[in-house]
């Protein structure tokens, strides 16, 4: 991979736009970045900056729930096998069992703050999903946890931390000065440029699934956390990762709905185009085997059947739970005459979670001084090649409280002593010729689809580098004036790693499935993939 990545995006100097200063700034405002915001000292100045409102983040859009060993007949030994065998034996043990210890806690932390969880005389209700061998995932709302969680949380930070929130900022870069993070360079239509000086950054940007056509991610995720920690210097990991969610909602024309793993968990039956139940044949767990394994199975039965995609059969739930338990899911198909309590859903897989991203220690410590992160922009070891169900917002929590506390505890130490540092970037000579920016993101977005998405070839991995390469030439050399450029150049660096790390890793492992090199190999591939921006200063 070529690596002519700009080391910022715009043109800046220091005289021409304001300044902001902040003692930790916290950018992205899912559930990682507030609950990082709760973990700041009160005697700190905390910023949480968001690209888009507060609710437009992939935890408002979870379904599912959270996984904790709550009910009386699970343990945490449970828990952490469970995610170790998701993980494909590239978890981090430690980390696992840190993470799953602390679960419980904060999901009564969560109760504390007023998110309301899906209870029947007084106890809390728990579902179970792919790869779990409990019933553990607390759920709000039916199928609505995260929009019910995020409720909770963003009340708490503006009502009772009075936290300071800009929305509809788009974060263009990380500022860095002599190999350590001082803030970040923010744009918003009402101020143009800003620089935000802090003396500790936590990136929590949420994930990069729209970098392909087949996606449950809001359109905000362009993995934009990605690529400016990838352009300042920080060390990526596990990029070759993508999470494919098994069941999407595929209408022609519709946006890509996700239709939970819990679904499957109370009771519903995959079958394909011809009404054959398949997923027995191809794991013993059938329809609660991990998300890797039941993509594949959907993507064979496609290609078997040359139908565009297999179905979702909820009769053996019955009527009165299926809608009990699932009123959003009804409400979405009904909108596209689909009655789940007696009709098929027509389901595929599409890109859902992205595992890989920046490499951080148990308290989210990024390789670039300064800087933190937690939830879906990192890589933390706790998934490895394929993350368990309901352990994302878990991931967030946890590494949102401890980025938090230690990116606070280091604030804590430092003087008030602020100042801007002098950065500038120049401006370039503009191109004549103008670009297609929808033309190049939808070009994109299906090239990933095809050469690296739940099926991978070499040859097609190779062909697919050498196009994005391609479209970098031109596209990364320019300075683009507003966010559709800069999330087109971020996707493109993205997909730049991505690819990369897909290449190199010759084996097949969790999410990522090689034809060319079915068998994992632990021989040589039990181990990850770190990727390296060039950090230029």
């Not at 990682?32 to 100045?45: F, H, I, N, Q």
């Not at 979702?312 to 909108?335: Q, V, Y």
Request: aromatic share 6%.
């Amino acid at each position: 991979m070529s690596t002519n990545v700009p080391r910022y995006l715009v043109p800046f100097h220091p005289k021409r736009i304001p300044h902001h200063f902040v003692d930790v700034l916290i950018i992205g405002g899912g559930i990682a970045g507030l609950r990082a915001t709760m973990a700041v000292d009160p005697r700190l100045s905390a910023l949480v900056v968001t690209k888009d409102q507060l609710k437009e983040s992939n935890s408002s859009y979870a379904q599912g729930g959270i996984a904790g060993v709550l009910a009386p007949d699970d343990d945490f030994a449970s828990h952490v096998a469970d995610t170790l065998s998701a993980g494909a034996d590239l978890c981090d043990a430690k980390i696992v069992e840190m993470v799953v210890r602390e679960a419980p806690e904060h999901i009564r932390q969560l109760i504390q703050w007023g998110t309301v969880f899906d209870s029947e005389a007084g106890e809390l209700t728990l579902g179970r999903e792919g790869g779990h061998s409990h019933h553990r995932i607390v759920h709000a709302l039916g199928d609505a946890t995260g929009k019910e969680i995020m409720r909770a949380m963003i009340k708490r930070a503006r009502e009772e931390l009075a936290a300071q929130i800009w929305q509809n900022t788009f974060t263009i870069d990380l500022l860095t000065h002599e190999g350590e993070c001082r803030g970040a360079l923010v744009w918003n239509k009402y101020h143009g440029k800003t620089f935000i000086w802090a003396k500790q950054t936590i990136l929590c940007t949420g994930g990069a699934g729209q970098i392909y056509r087949e996606t449950t991610n809001p359109i905000v995720a362009t993995g934009d956390g990605h690529a400016i920690a990838y352009r300042a210097g920080a060390e990526l990991s596990d990029m070759e990762f993508m999470q494919f969610h098994p069941t999407v909602l595929y209408i022609a024309g519709s946006s890509r709905t996700l239709i939970t793993e819990a679904v499957r968990g109370e009771g519903a039956l995959l079958v394909n185009a011809h009404g054959e139940r398949f997923m027995p044949d191809y794991d013993d767990r059938a329809e609660l085997a991990p998300r890797d394994i039941v993509s594949r199975a959907i993507v064979d039965q496609m290609d078997k059947l040359s139908h565009p995609c297999v179905y979702l059969d909820l009769s053996p739930l019955g009527p009165e739970l299926t809608l009990k338990r699932f009123p959003g899911i009804a409400k979405s198909c009904a909108e596209f005459g689909i009655d789940i309590t007696r009709d098929l859903i027509p389901v595929r897989p599409g890109a859902h979670y992205m595992i890989g991203g920046v490499r951080v220690d148990q308290e989210g410590r990024s390789t670039l001084p300064r800087l933190f992160a937690s939830g879906e922009v990192t890589s933390s070891g706790l998934h490895g090649a394929n993350r368990l169900a309901s352990n994302s917002l878990l991931e967030g929590l946890v590494y949102g409280a401890h980025a938090g506390a230690a990116a606070s505890a280091a604030a804590l130490e430092e003087p008030d002593c602020f100042q801007a540092t002098p950065l500038s970037n120049p401006p370039i000579d503009e191109h004549d010729e103008p670009l297609d920016l929808v033309d190049i993101r939808n070009s994109l977005k299906s090239l990933m689809w095809r050469a690296a998405g739940v099926r991978r070839e070499g040859e097609q991995l190779r062909q697919a580098s050498q196009t994005i390469d391609r479209w970098c030439h031109y596209a990364l050399a320019r300075q683009l004036p507003d966010p559709a450029g800069w999330e087109l150049q971020n996707m493109l660096t993205v997909c730049r790693v991505l690819i990369d790390a897909a290449l190199r890793r010759e084996e097949s492992r969790g999410v990522h499935y090689r034809t060319d090199f079915p068998e994992m190999d632990n021989t040589s591939w039990k181990r990850r993939i770190d990727s390296h921006g060039e950090l230029t200063e």
